[in-house]
C-alpha cells in the first residue's frame, strides 16, 4: 500500500517562499511513475499544481504555477518537492500529494480525477 505523507507547509507573508516535500512509502518504491501536488481551499474544489513523471523528471504546471513554483523529484529518497516561491495570499490551501492510478492517465494538473492515494496534506497559508 502506498502512504504519501507531505510536508513543509507554513504561514508565510507574500512574496515568501515555501518547498513541500511529499515521501511515499511503498514495498514496491516510489509507486506510480506520476506523481502530482494539488491544493484545496475551503469551500473550493481541489486543483492541479504540478505533476512530474518520476522516471524522468518530465513535469507539467498548471497556469497559477508557471514561473513560479517548481516540482522536482529524489528517487533515491522517494521524495517529490514543490518549490514555491513570490508566494500570493490566493495561493492559500492545503497542499495535497497525489499518485496516478487510473489507466492511460496523463500526468497534467487538470487531471485530478487521474489521482488517488492522497496524503493527509500540508497546510499553506499566505498573508499580505
Not at 500500500?1 to 510536508?7: A, C, G, I
Not at 513523471?53 to 497556469?63: H, I, W
Amino acid at each position: 500500500q502506498v502512504q504519501p505523507v507531505e510536508s513543509g507547509g507554513d504561514s508565510v507573508q507574500a512574496g515568501g517562499s515555501l518547498r513541500l516535500s511529499c515521501v511515499a512509502t511503498s514495498e514496491f518504491g516510489f509507486g506510480p511513475d506520476c506523481v502530482g501536488w494539488f491544493r484545496q481551499a475551503p469551500g473550493q474544489i481541489r486543483e492541479g499544481v504540478a505533476t512530474i513523471f518520476t522516471s524522468d523528471g518530465t513535469s507539467y504546471y498548471s497556469d497559477s504555477a508557471k514561473g513560479r513554483f517548481t516540482i522536482s523529484r529524489d528517487n533515491l529518497k522517494n521524495t517529490v518537492y514543490l518549490e514555491m516561491n513570490n508566494l500570493k495570499p490566493e495561493d492559500t490551501a492545503r497542499y495535497y500529494c497525489g499518485l496516478a492510478v487510473a489507466e492511460g492517465y496523463a500526468c497534467l494538473p487538470s487531471f485530478v480525477q487521474d489521482f488517488g492515494y492522497w496524503g493527509p496534506g500540508t497546510q499553506v497559508t499566505v498573508s499580505s
